[in-house]
């Protein structure tokens, strides 16, 4: 049968599971979108093209599924790219499907609407993945090829592009399957015992998680007792272990979907201290270091030289992560929970878990450090924890790269296994949670999904609240509002700066989200948040709630605004 380009591609998408997707129609891929109707495939129409690459990241980590944004040429990919790197540093399966210039576009160019040189080129240096097609007939195969360099190992995303004519051109269809994506590693069992020999030795053993280890949590706190060894969280990991001095006194909770509960309480837990400075005292002091998952990555830990120790086991799924900022002296290439299975098969079961005891000489200091960072954004956690404590159903926070987050919600938010805290870790982008938590809630209907957002990042992606109106996504959205870009104007003083075009003007956040059709409101402390976000859950529907930060760094730029200037 012979059928135009943007049909194939339908068709692939359709045999390879995907039953919506994320675009923006324009000019060139027209023929895209009337294949994609013709085939039942759902299309989720962002405001902007980042916006959209956003919401397609927080769908892929929530579904564990790869997700499809499709752009027109030009400005419209590359309004993804952004998008596409912060998928790529926090392995994240998204594709990003585009036209290109067409096979024979003259090489110096001649004016084409959204003319690139080299659009595929841009790609190329982001993502692993980047395929160009110069026919029909190719598209089902270059299909099964990027969704199996998606999926096989650590997964990732991938850019594919069809030329505008190859889209409108017709040629044979041929379908093609989905290809197997499991590279079936064997675990090195001798690197294993050898590892497992020298950290029987350790004295001061540290584990830290990335999101590697998601599926093996249970192994990973059965290691943990074995050894005595406390355990740092990243973001990407952040809910797998209860924290020290949450709920330690309360019997654990039976849950009939997960048999270690979903609100274990771990002995083992620090939490996602990574930023914090106490962690490289831990860190210094610790005499071996499991790394589970996890690259280790300056952005999570806030120091480019960490310092470790001699003994390093390193567990990872994909080979170059194996030695990126450290140098194994135990490298253990394959899945993480077939390692960790194999692992507690060599150790002893013990009658009684060994609490990690050196940890506690640091026990104070860390809720010290906790509360300092933590302080100025107490109202916004107390209220996410009590509103929490209130339901049943999973909670998904989507944090953006803003200090509400990484100094608020990482540091204060008591999530659980059943949850779910994504966060843009290695680009750090801003205006990501807006549309993540859209795409988020897209994948999870019946879960409790929450963006948490700063009064600066937000202002990049504000225009998606209009999609979760039109889709009545019930999403709560909340944006903590310090006056400006906070974290820039604390490292601006604590350089001897005067701070300089950090101060921001105030929106009326409240009559935007309302002149988008969504309900909105100011809330001035933690019990007013909480109620309304109760109200919210039993609206079903999508609420704003505006809340100002208290902290000494919003106080300088609200009071000082000329500094934005």
Same mark, same amino acid.
């Given at each position: 049968?012979?059928?135009?380009?943007? @049909?194939?591609?339908?068709?692939?998408?359709?045999?390879?599971?995907?039953?919506?997707?994320?675009?923006?129609? *324009?000019?060139?891929?027209?023929?895209?979108?009337?294949?994609?109707? &013709?085939?039942?495939?759902?299309?989720?129409?962002?405001?902007?093209?980042?916006?959209?690459?956003?919401?397609?990241?927080?769908?892929? @980590?929530?579904?564990?599924?790869?997700?499809?944004?499709?752009?027109?040429?030009?400005?419209?990919?590359?309004?993804?790219?952004?998008?596409?790197?912060?998928?790529?540093?926090?392995?994240?399966?998204?594709?990003?499907?585009?036209?290109?210039?067409?096979?024979?576009?003259?090489?110096?160019?001649?004016?084409?609407?959204?003319?690139?040189?080299?659009?595929?080129?841009?790609?190329?240096?982001?993502?692993?993945?980047?395929?160009?097609?110069? &026919?029909?007939?190719?598209?089902?195969?270059?299909?099964?090829?990027?969704?199996?360099?998606?999926?096989?190992?650590?997964?990732?995303?991938?850019?594919?592009?069809?030329?505008?004519?190859?889209?409108?051109?017709?040629?044979?269809?041929?379908?093609?399957?989905?290809?197997?994506?499991?590279? *079936?590693?064997?675990?090195?069992?001798?690197?294993?015992?050898?590892?497992?020999?020298?950290?029987?030795?350790?004295?001061?053993?540290?584990?830290?998680?990335?999101?590697?280890?998601?599926?093996?949590?249970?192994?990973?706190?059965?290691?943990?007792?074995?050894?005595?060894?406390?355990?740092?969280?990243?973001?990407?990991?952040?809910?797998?272990?209860?924290?020290?001095?949450?709920?330690?006194?309360?019997?654990?909770?039976?849950?009939?979907?997960?048999?270690?509960?979903?609100? @274990?309480?771990?002995?083992?837990?620090?939490?996602?201290?990574?930023?914090?400075?106490?962690?490289?005292?831990?860190?210094?002091?610790?005499?071996?270091?499991?790394?589970?998952?996890?690259?280790?990555?300056?952005?999570?830990?806030?120091?480019?030289?960490?310092?470790?120790?001699?003994?390093?086991?390193?567990?990872?799924?994909?080979?170059?992560?194996?030695?990126?900022?450290?140098?194994?002296?135990?490298?253990?290439?394959?899945?993480?929970?077939?390692?960790?299975?194999?692992?507690?098969?060599?150790?002893?079961?013990?009658?009684?878990?060994?609490?990690?005891?050196?940890?506690?000489?640091?026990?104070?200091?860390?809720?010290?450090?906790?509360?300092?960072?933590?302080?100025?954004?107490?109202?916004?956690?107390?209220?996410?924890?009590?509103?929490?404590?209130?339901?049943?159903?999973?909670?998904?926070?989507?944090?953006?790269?803003?200090?509400?987050?990484?100094? *608020?919600?990482?540091?204060?938010?008591?999530?659980?296994?059943?949850?779910?805290?994504?966060?843009?870790?290695?680009?750090?982008?801003?205006?990501?949670?807006?549309?993540?938590?859209?795409?988020?809630?897209?994948?999870?209907?019946?879960?409790?999904?929450?963006?948490?957002?700063?009064?600066?990042?937000?202002? +990049?992606?504000?225009?998606?609240?209009?999609?979760?109106?039109?889709?009545?996504?019930?999403?709560?959205?909340?944006?903590?509002?310090?006056?400006?870009?906070?974290?820039?104007?604390?490292?601006?003083?604590?350089?001897?700066?005067?701070?300089?075009?950090?101060?921001?003007?105030?929106?009326?956040?409240?009559?935007?989200?309302?002149?988008?059709?969504?309900?909105?409101?100011?809330?001035?402390?933690?019990?007013?948040?909480?109620?309304?976000?109760?109200?919210?859950?039993?609206?079903?529907?999508?609420?704003?709630?505006?809340?100002?930060?208290?902290?000494?760094?919003?106080?300088?730029?609200?009071?000082?605004?000329? +500094?934005?200037?």
């Amino acid at each position: 049968m012979n059928t135009t380009g943007g @049909r194939q591609l339908a068709a692939a998408l359709k045999a390879h599971g995907i039953e919506q997707v994320f675009g923006i129609p *324009g000019t060139h891929n027209l023929e895209i979108f009337a294949g994609l109707h &013709s085939e039942g495939i759902r299309i989720i129409t962002p405001r902007h093209e980042q916006g959209g690459g956003y919401a397609a990241d927080g769908f892929a @980590r929530v579904s564990g599924k790869p997700a499809v944004l499709i752009t027109t040429t030009g400005p419209a990919a590359l309004n993804a790219a952004t998008a596409m790197l912060q998928a790529h540093s926090d392995s994240v399966p998204v594709l990003l499907i585009s036209p290109g210039m067409p096979v024979r576009h003259p090489g110096l160019g001649n004016g084409l609407l959204h003319e690139v040189r080299s659009q595929s080129g841009v790609f190329e240096s982001i993502l692993d993945t980047s395929v160009r097609v110069t &026919s029909p007939s190719e598209i089902p195969r270059a299909v099964a090829h990027v969704f199996a360099d998606m999926t096989a190992g650590r997964t990732k995303p991938a850019y594919l592009e069809i030329p505008l004519d190859v889209i409108e051109e017709e040629g044979p269809y041929t379908p093609v399957q989905p290809l197997p994506n499991e590279l *079936g590693l064997p675990v090195d069992r001798l690197t294993l015992l050898a590892a497992n020999e020298a950290l029987r030795k350790a004295q001061k053993p540290l584990i830290i998680v990335g999101g590697g280890a998601r599926e093996a949590q249970w192994i990973v706190e059965e290691i943990a007792g074995e050894l005595g060894a406390p355990i740092v969280e990243t973001s990407s990991s952040l809910g797998l272990f209860r924290q020290i001095g949450w709920d330690e006194d309360e019997e654990d909770e039976e849950d009939e979907d997960d048999e270690w509960g979903g609100t @274990r309480t771990s002995p083992y837990g620090l939490g996602a201290i990574g930023g914090l400075e106490v962690f490289h005292k831990i860190l210094g002091e610790a005499d071996a270091l499991i790394a589970i998952g996890t690259e280790l990555a300056p952005s999570e830990f806030w120091d480019p030289d960490m310092k470790l120790p001699e003994t390093v086991v390193r567990i990872d799924i994909d080979r170059h992560r194996l030695i990126a900022n450290a140098s194994p002296s135990h490298a253990l290439l394959a899945d993480a929970e077939e390692v960790l299975e194999d692992w507690s098969m060599i150790l002893r079961e013990p009658e009684e878990w060994v609490e990690p005891g050196w940890r506690t000489k640091f026990a104070e200091e860390i809720e010290a450090e906790r509360a300092k960072w933590h302080a100025p954004f107490a109202p916004l956690t107390d209220a996410l924890n009590a509103h929490h404590e209130s339901i049943e159903e999973p909670m998904v926070i989507v944090g953006d790269s803003t200090m509400a987050c990484y100094y *608020g919600v990482q540091l204060g938010v008591r999530l659980t296994r059943k949850d779910r805290y994504l966060y843009p870790a290695g680009a750090g982008t801003l205006g990501y949670s807006i549309p993540a938590a859209i795409g988020a809630k897209l994948a999870a209907p019946d879960s409790e999904v929450i963006a948490v957002a700063g009064d600066g990042g937000s202002m +990049f992606t504000i225009q998606e609240l209009m999609a979760a109106v039109e889709h009545q996504l019930a999403v709560s959205f909340i944006i903590v509002d310090n006056g400006g870009y906070g974290e820039i104007a604390r490292e601006m003083l604590e350089r001897g700066d005067e701070p300089t075009a950090v101060a921001l003007g105030r929106p009326d956040f409240v009559a935007l989200a309302r002149s988008l059709g969504m309900e909105a409101q100011k809330v001035t402390d933690a019990a007013e948040l909480a109620a309304g976000l109760a109200e919210a859950r039993k609206a079903q529907a999508p609420r704003l709630f505006l809340m100002d930060e208290h902290s000494p760094t919003a106080e300088y730029l609200v009071n000082n605004p000329q +500094f934005g200037k």
